[in-house]
């Protein structure tokens, strides 16, 4: 009963920081007159949650169009945040027309292509369902590759009075990116898949994106916090841990969905989280 007592304790600390940091950083995004009100929750989420803004946004107008080479980076940093790395030859003269290490790795991860001549137009802007097509190739790197195709596809995209215009190698995930909610509609029944993404949308999208990969990732620190040692876990999986009564889990960067549980050889007050944003039903129990 302590113990439970002990974690309960520590989850209401996180949320109620969590809710602090929020606020202050609801009124920080504020002062950024290109981020409109509806935006500024999700666009805070993006920034000092997941902190997926590029430096270069910090001086270019958020409702310009976005260009390829922009969303590249947003996208392979969001790769970053779910544990992946910048593979090796990330050097590589992929392109003939950029050598851009953001892009590179995007390619290198399968998550974009290029153009049949050997470019990637690096600053040409990224249209709307592009921009989904993107999104489709990296939820099918990060693990979550279900594909909505034939009836289910025509079903979805139903509602939309602009379905005709989606290119046949987009509507799968353009149906897809609407049916986990990436995809919000712009409130006229329109995908607008020909409008060319503006970076907030490009940043928004990013956000909800990283949402329904819904991974967990907890570093488990034996002994020491230099120590070696760590896993990226699903949600609803027990953070693996030595006998070491030194043992530590450290989450950072985490967005908790579902549910986190130490083992009996983690006390909790041995639990330290950072910049965790803790969805509402998620619950944090200790076995021992």
Not at 47 to 65: A, R, T, V
Not at 72 to 86: D, H, K, N, P, W
Not at 143 to 159: E, F, P, Q, T, W
Not at 268 to 277: A, E, F, G, L
Request: hydrophobic residues 40%; aromatic residues 8%.
């Amino acid at each position: 009963m302590k113990r439970l007592l002990t974690v309960l304790m520590v989850i209401l600390l996180m949320v109620t920081t969590n809710l602090a940091v929020m606020a202050n950083s609801n009124e920080q995004a504020k002062t950024r007159s290109d981020v409109p009100e509806w935006a500024v929750e999700e666009y805070n989420q993006a920034e000092f949650l997941w902190q997926i803004i590029p430096e270069s946004f910090g001086y270019k107008d958020l409702n310009d169009e976005i260009s390829r080479a922009e969303f590249c980076e947003i996208i392979t940093i969001a790769s970053l945040r779910l544990g992946f790395e910048m593979p090796e030859d990330i050097d590589d003269d992929v392109f003939s027309d950029v050598n851009n290490r953001y892009i590179n790795s995007a390619y290198h991860l399968g998550i974009i292509n290029g153009y049949p001549d050997g470019t990637f137009r690096p600053n040409m802007p990224v249209t709307r369902e592009t921009l989904f097509k993107i999104i489709g190739n990296f939820l099918a790197v990060v693990g979550n590759d279900d594909v909505i195709d034939g009836a289910g596809c025509d079903k979805i995209l139903h509602m939309f009075t602009d379905r005709d215009e989606v290119s046949a190698w987009a509507k799968s995930a353009v149906a897809f990116a609407k049916y986990k909610g990436i995809l919000k509609g712009s409130g006229d029944n329109r995908i607008h898949p020909k409008k060319t993404a503006s970076r907030i949308e490009g940043v928004l999208m990013t956000v909800r994106t990283l949402k329904v990969a819904d991974v967990m990732e907890v570093k488990v620190v034996y002994g020491d916090s230099d120590a070696d040692g760590s896993s990226a876990l699903d949600s609803d999986v027990p953070a693996p841990v030595d006998d070491s009564p030194a043992a530590a889990a450290v989450s950072d960067n985490t967005a908790m969905v579902g549910e986190a549980m130490t083992s009996a050889a983690i006390e909790p007050w041995d639990v330290y989280p950072s910049k965790i944003c803790i969805d509402w039903g998620t619950t944090m129990t200790n076995t021992g």
